[in-house]
């Protein structure tokens, strides 16, 4: 599953159907809402991954979400805590939080109360989706570590130690999923001083360039899929 898939995902009219339904607020506004934000959360997941501050709690929390049931996307949305899902936007977009949910507030014509509920009701299924994939290829390197378990895995075994051209860890992982994503947003910012010192904000930083992630997801809205 690469990004465009995962976005499909969450942009699939179970998805939009039922983050409607719970956050009550209309399908198109949803949809607004998503195309708005999606960007700078994928920036702050980017941002999660390369921090040698935050790498090791967003590994465990990917380990934690890939074991969530999502072969149902409706079923997964009717019963996700919206609460804990304010909670990863909070982590994901950090300082920005606030401004990135009022600037899709304002595009949605919704309140920022509304706004924040969709964000929270989006963020559990993106990291499920995202854990599931990162499970699925970390279990498929050669190199994972034996016996470490799933989230030596996702770190890499020792990644944070390695050269900064070398693709590994879970900085190496997320690059591969993205297949060269490009994703800017104020939240950069805030994560770029540990870039120049952490190997692992190299190695995320070799996904970027090649997709633009707002374009991708108008199109996909557009699309109706």
Do not use: C, W
């Amino acid at each position: 599953m690469d990004l465009a898939s995962m976005m499909k995902t969450m942009l699939s009219s179970d998805s939009i159907a039922q983050m409607s339904q719970k956050t009550g607020t209309s399908t198109d506004q949803v949809k607004s809402v998503l195309l708005s934000a999606l960007p700078a959360m994928l920036n702050g997941v980017q941002g999660q991954a390369s921090n040698r501050e935050t790498v090791e709690g967003f590994a465990g929390a990917l380990d934690s979400h890939a074991k969530d049931d999502t072969s149902d996307v409706a079923a997964f949305l009717s019963n996700v805590d919206i609460q804990d899902g304010e909670k990863i936007v909070g982590h994901l977009l950090g300082g920005d939080t606030a401004a990135t949910t009022k600037a899709a507030a304002n595009k949605a014509g919704l309140s920022t109360a509304a706004t924040g509920s969709i964000l929270g009701a989006a963020a559990p299924l993106l990291m499920s989706l995202l854990g599931k994939q990162a499970a699925q290829t970390a279990q498929a390197q050669p190199s994972a570590p034996s016996g470490g378990g799933l989230l030596a895995s996702l770190l890499g075994g020792g990644a944070q130690q390695q050269a900064p051209s070398q693709q590994g860890g879970i900085g190496g992982l997320l690059g591969n999923l993205f297949g060269g994503a490009q994703q800017q947003s104020a939240g950069s910012a805030q994560q770029q001083p540990n870039a120049d010192v952490n190997p692992l904000g190299s190695m995320m930083g070799s996904m970027l360039g090649g997709v633009d992630v707002a374009s991708m997801l108008s199109g996909l809205l557009g699309s109706g899929k």
